[in-house]
């Protein structure tokens, strides 16, 4: 946006406030010179012909209050876009955005007639849904603080909370990118000096977050996309592994309508089933995916992924066992 723009825009915002305006006290809040409100004033009505006045009463005023500044000349349908975008990206994106996103779209709303706004507002909020399922609490603070960080390359210290363990621990990053994965999971990517190698954090679980004076180089080899493309979900680390799933005719349509992976293939089977082909680094979200297909599904290779398979399979089902056991003892009683 050109800074002349820029200032037009602040000019008209201003004249909508609906207090006394002169030259002097819009000079003033602008910080420009009043020769350069008076040009810019001018050029509101010899340009866009805006109703503009001067009176002692009122100072500066839009004897219209219904006109709008025509800087937005886009179709109903790229605004019915920008709407829904909108509400897209406040419901997927998290808490992080979400008063920007209000903001801007109340600031959009004063240049659009009025009904206009309205009826695609309404379109928007009732009959196109979006729920993104269970949400974070995410500190829109801390995920600021990352995003100026990762642009300004400033190493952070964070106390981390680490939901396997149960426990909180100190670290110190050099944040490479944010990633908002499956639209809800709010995550950093960066070289964790603790561990030597690039990890991931969930900013959700970040307690206290400090931006440290120092800089750092990213790693020249660390490329986001490559790094992204080679993950199964969201887990990272580890050497690449081909990995063969098999799924049963009930269950391979559900895996043949979506791309679960760049690197996937398909083998068909006669019977309709299919064997799923990738080549991910690490396991454990992989071994969670399977699981949720039951019955439907069966690991192949490699060997580390049926051992883990099979380790969760056998302690379910003792934990099955366990609680019939219980139940019926409970129930003789």
């Known amino acids: 946006m050109s800074r002349h723009l820029e200032r037009l825009l602040q000019l008209d915002e201003c004249l909508r406030f609906g ?7 819009l000079a003033q809040r602008l910080e420009v010179s009043e020769r350069t409100v008076r040009n810019d004033i001018a050029f509101l009505r010899d340009r866009y012909g805006a109703p503009l006045e001067f009176s002692k009463a009122k100072g500066f005023h839009y004897t219209d209050p219904a006109w709008r500044l025509p800087t937005i000349t886009l179709s109903k349908g790229e605004l019915f876009a920008l709407t829904l975008g909108a509400r ?5 994106g998290g808490s992080a955005y979400a008063q920007d996103l209000r903001s801007a779209i109340a600031r959009l709303a004063e240049r659009l007639p009025e009904q206009t706004w309205v009826d695609l507002q309404q379109v928007a909020e009732e009959r196109i849904l979006f ?30 909370y680490t939901a396997s ?6 670290r110190k990053l050099d944040p490479y990118v944010l990633h908002i994965y499956r639209g809800t999971n709010p995550y950093v990517i960066g070289f964790c000096h603790t561990r030597q190698e690039v990890r991931w954090f969930r900013v959700d679980r970040i307690k206290h977050l400090q931006v440290l004076d120092e800089t750092f180089v990213p790693d020249p080899s660390f490329d986001a996309k490559d790094h992204l493309e080679m993950i199964f979900q969201h887990e990272a680390g580890g050497v690449p592994l081909p990995v063969d799933i098999w799924f049963d005719a009930a269950t391979a349509p559900y895996i043949r309508e979506r791309r679960w992976h760049p690197t996937q293939e398909i083998q068909e089977h006669p019977d309709g089933s299919l064997t799923l082909r990738l080549v991910v680094r690490g396991l454990n ?12 599904a069966k690991v192949l290779e490699p060997p580390e992924l049926v051992q883990l398979v099979r380790d969760e399979v056998e302690q379910m089902n ?4 366990q609680f019939l056991n219980e139940h019926n003892g409970i129930a003789k009683d």
């Open 318 to 321: 003792y934990n099955y066992s």
């Open 131 to 160: 729920r993104a399922g269970a949400e974070v609490n995410l500190d829109p603070d801390i995920w600021h603080q990352l995003e100026a960080a990762c642009q300004t390359h400033k190493t952070v210290q964070m106390t981390y």
């Open 285 to 296: 979200d992989l071994k969670r995916w399977v699981l949720g297909y039951g019955k439907g």
């Open 19 to 25: 207090q006394r305006w002169t030259a002097e006290t």
């Open 165 to 170: 363990r149960n426990s909180t621990s100190e």
């Open 88 to 92: 897209m990206l406040e419901v997927y």
